[in-house]
């Protein structure tokens, strides 16, 4: 069975501060996908990024960047310079299924970040 | 940029009633889903819908719920005998479904409370 572990679960940091999210998951498959939404204040879903099992390659988006790691079934977040629009709650997400019907998301419990002024 | 649309963004409902939510999915996309986060909670998988039919179902999707595509472009979930347990953001989304567009585009929400 498929687990997501956000082992943080609210992280306060000053504005500029770099912040870096955890997510440890645990798949049996050797093909799978790694997921990043954002839910702000409003309550709806952000998609942020999608990773597939055979690309380690880390990626950088502006401000955000994440650390995929096989080795330690990780896939950090890092939020660098953070700003008060940043604060959210962060859920790392797990696909077993490479396409369609059985892509159901497996959800972490969610990290709630705030970003003081 | 296409989204998912859903409606209503908030209902309370009486328990015992029954409810439907509605969502209209990304117009090419092919699989759709319904998700709930029950408040300060991890979001759920409830049912995944593809090709006209229920492709797998959670535990949490029992004989009260229902989820349907009346037409071509709506995508239902009806709650048939509301709980106060069923109080929850109830999320619809949609998949493109092919190995380059298997992301999950999640709609805004529609919040239920069950007094």
């Known amino acids: 069975a498929q687990k997501v572990t956000q082992a943080q679960t609210e992280i306060s940091v000053v504005e500029k501060e770099d912040v870096t999210l955890d997510c440890v998951y645990e798949?049996?498959?050797?093909?799978?996908?790694l997921f990043w939404y954002k839910q702000p204040p409003s309550g709806e879903l952000v998609f942020l990024i999608r990773?597939?099992?055979?690309?380690?390659q880390n990626e950088i988006s502006g401000r955000y960047s994440w650390n995929f790691q096989k080795s330690t079934s990780s896939f950090n977040f890092t939020i660098t310079a953070s700003q008060v629009v940043d604060s959210a709650v962060y859920f790392c997400?797990?696909?077993?299924?490479?396409?369609?019907?059985?892509?159901?998301?497996?959800f972490g419990k969610g990290i709630t970040l705030s970003v003081r002024p | 940029e296409p989204e998912v649309t859903q409606t209503p963004s908030h209902q309370v409902t009486q328990m015992g009633q029954e409810v439907i939510l509605r969502c209209v999915p990304i117009s090419n996309h092919l699989y759709f889903y319904w998700y709930r986060q029950i408040l300060g909670q991890k979001v759920e998988f409830l049912v995944s819908f593809y090709n006209n039919e229920i492709s797998e179902k959670s535990e949490i999707f029992d004989d009260q719920f229902s989820v349907e595509r009346p037409d071509g472009s709506n995508f239902t979930l009806k709650i048939r005998s509301t709980k106060l347990e069923d109080s929850a953001m109830y999320f619809c989304?949609?998949?493109?479904?092919?190995?380059?567009?298997?992301?999950?585009?999640f709609g805004e929400g529609s919040w239920l409370t069950v007094v």
């Open positions: 989304a949609s998949c493109r479904g092919d190995s380059a567009g298997n992301t999950i585009y």
């Open positions: 990773r597939n099992s055979f690309d380690e």
């Open positions: 997400a797990l696909s077993e299924a490479p396409t369609g019907a059985n892509s159901k998301l497996t």
């Open positions: 798949t049996r498959d050797t093909t799978y996908y």
